[in-house]
């Protein structure tokens, strides 16, 4: 079936620094998602994108629809220990017969050391 | 503003029972979505509801899995016959879909542990 590739797998930081995350998939999707996930917790929205190409922040984080539509990257400015947790990235095709069903990567551990 | 609301968080049970989980969406959400999630995954597509009609079922979703939306509004799921391969966090996530855009909140999850 339809998968995206995520990576890294896992970043360890130091609090302060910058983070880059990525997302590619083999088919195009007309919406990327990204969500943080705690332990026994369900995921939280982050930033939605909407249309190739867009750019969206969110306080320190920001991320991008890739132009090609298979690929979307997160980065997080300044790191805060609170940060710590798993990424997911989540493309669907809502508005054609697959409605808005996501298929997410399988998630970026991030691990900041204060 | 009420967010996802998802019952029980946590259920343990003996392998051969009947579990049944609900979910409650945000308000006025026509879009509702069960996904499970096991260990080190992504969460994984389960089946849609739009308003109270079951639209899509995943292949993961076996004959023994079955949910309903009776009044538009919240949800069940229930599996019967548990095997020790459905132990997982199941997720609910709703939206208020219209056209391309369908922007899900995820509830809390129930964490299923099979015996």
């Known amino acids: 079936g339809q998968q995206l590739n995520q990576s890294p797998q896992s970043m360890f930081i130091q609090e302060g620094e910058d983070v880059s995350m990525n997302c590619t998939s083999s088919?195009?999707?007309?919406?990327w998602l990204w969500y943080k996930q705690d332990p026994g917790e369900g995921p939280v929205l982050l930033i939605a994108?909407?249309?190739?190409?867009e750019l969206t922040s969110n306080g320190r984080l920001t991320a991008q629809f890739g132009i090609t539509r298979k690929d979307s990257f997160l980065n997080i400015s300044a790191s805060i220990p609170s940060d710590v947790g798993i990424y997911f990235c989540a493309g669907s095709n809502a508005g054609g017969t697959s409605y808005g069903k996501l298929t997410f990567g399988q998630g970026t551990i991030l691990t900041v050391h204060p | 503003d009420t967010g996802v609301s998802q019952d029980p968080r946590h259920k343990i049970t003996k392998r051969g029972q009947n579990v049944t989980f609900r979910c409650d969406p945000i308000?006025?959400?026509?879009?509702l979505y069960w996904y499970r999630q096991t260990l080190g995954q992504g969460p994984e597509f389960l089946t849609y509801?739009?308003?109270?009609?079951?639209?899509?079922k995943s292949r993961l979703l076996s004959d023994r899995f079955s949910a309903e939306r009776p009044k538009g509004s919240f949800s069940t799921l229930e599996i019967q016959r548990t095997e020790q391969g459905d132990s997982a966090m199941y997720l609910c996530?709703?939206?208020?879909?219209?056209?391309?855009?369908?922007?899900?909140?995820f509830g809390p999850g129930t964490r299923l542990t099979v015996l």
């Open positions: 996530a709703s939206s208020y879909g219209t056209g391309s855009r369908d922007t899900q909140y």
């Open positions: 509801f739009q308003n109270e009609a079951q639209l899509e």
């Open positions: 994108l909407y249309k190739a190409g």
């Open positions: 088919s195009i999707f007309n919406t």
């Open positions: 308000s006025e959400h026509n879009r």
